[in-house]
């Protein structure tokens, strides 16, 4: 662990903006009648607002500068807190929807509200410490992604997105014309389907039996009805309701995100059978501030890709990477309108997949290996 003030400077202090989400999930809960939107407010109409009023920025840290933050734990310990944040977030809102008596658009208003950050926290701050080498930090993002009913985006993401990404193999890389709704369907079956598959190869290759406790996708089953059984223990059915409703809501928007991070961009077949190498205009970025700050820097998704081990913080804009046009949370509204969205990004597409690779390919930063189809 490195030191929380060394390094520090008070412009860090931006990433506190990200509890956004949580703080307007607990005014809804907490307030309910016209508050009740509060998180899909701020989430999908303050946040797209704001982002077309701001500009991005383009700006890369010094090396010098990217090795001292990588150190801090400051940026650490803001991860660490969301667990408290959610745990406590979730159980303010089981306790009032099964006890309260709230209206049907109170009751939908809160668990939207609340489904938003099971979205933001329990699968993207998962996703960030699922990167992570250390078992203290790989155990966080296995517990916030139960809460999420989503334990297998432990497994695909990792081992099979990764290294599948922007091919006809990875469910979670959506096709050109491919609508969000028809994706959502395919990426949430493909990643569990993936997740047994590759965790049975991986036992297969050291000797085990697939169908035993060594295998991690079981666990990751029981872990989801232990977390349902606490929740059934201290809220009834009705609790085990609003909990699935709040995990299938944070699923959506994680799949959302999905389709707009590598929409029709395809790494070229060669003639050997092999895929070429993942290079930057393989994934859809954003470079808005507030989006990159509410997420993660997840927006700056081609860094990721590159070194998925890369802490949010130090993440890098590549000017090859193709730019979405608005960022993350209005491109995601865009994307529920399907002519819409494909009016818009159907000939950037082509752009970026039919333009020159001389130069592209003489950048490219990361190499998979070869990936041939089995």
């Known amino acids: 662990m490195g030191t929380i003030n060394k390094f520090f400077i008070p412009k860090d202090l931006k990433y506190l903006f990200a509890y956004i989400a949580p703080f307007a999930a607990f005014i809804a809960v907490l307030w309910q009648g016209a508050w009740s939107f509060s998180g899909l407010i701020v ?26 933050k990588t150190d801090s734990s400051f940026f650490d310990l803001l991860l660490y807190l969301n667990l408290p944040i959610l ?30 950050v099971v979205g933001t926290i329990s699968i993207n701050v998962a996703h960030e410490l699922g990167h992570r080498k250390t078992k203290f930090e ?11 009913l989503y334990t297998q985006f432990n497994i695909e993401h990792n081992r099979g997105h990764h290294l599948w990404v922007a091919t006809e193999e990875d469910p979670s890389s959506a096709k050109k014309g491919e609508p969000l709704y028809a994706f959502w369907a395919r990426s949430i079956a493909g990643v ?30 029981l872990a989801h009805v232990a977390y349902l059984t606490l929740v059934w223990w201290f809220f009834g059915w009705a609790g085990v309701g609003f909990a699935v409703a709040v995990a299938a809501v944070g699923i959506l928007e994680l799949e959302s995100v999905n389709y707009i991070e590598h929409y029709g961009l395809r ?15 393989h994934s859809w970025n954003s470079n808005h501030e507030i989006g990159r700050i509410f997420l993660y820097e997840l927006t700056r998704h081609s860094d990721h890709h590159f070194k998925a081990t890369r ?33 818009v990004m159907d000939k950037r597409v082509d752009r970026i997949m039919n333009g020159t ?18």
């Open 43 to 68: 989430a999908f109409i303050l946040i797209p607002l704001i982002e077309q009023l701001a500009t991005g920025s383009t700006k890369n840290l010094s090396l010098e500068t990217e090795e001292q």
């Open 192 to 221: 569990y389907k993936n997740a047994w598959r590759l965790e049975n190869k991986r036992l297969r290759k050291i000797g085990k039996l697939p169908f035993s406790f060594s295998n991690e996708m079981i666990w990751f089953q």
């Open 87 to 116: 745990f406590g977030l979730l159980w303010f809102y089981l306790s009032t929807v099964t006890r309260a008596e709230l209206t049907i658009w109170e009751t939908v208003g809160v668990t939207v509200s609340v489904g938003i």
């Open 357 to 374: 690779d001389s130069e592209i390919e003489k950048l490219e930063i990361r190499n998979f290996g070869t990936l041939k189809i089995d």
């Open 267 to 281: 790494r070229k077949r060669l003639a050997s059978g092999y895929y070429e190498k993942v290079s930057p205009r």
């Open 138 to 148: 790989q155990l966080m993002s296995k517990f916030l992604l139960t809460t999420a």
């Open 311 to 343: 802490k949010y913080q130090v993440l890098r804009h590549f000017d090859e990477s193709p730019q979405l046009p608005y960022g993350y949370p209005a491109s995601i509204l865009m994307a529920l309108v399907p002519p819409l969205w494909f009016s």
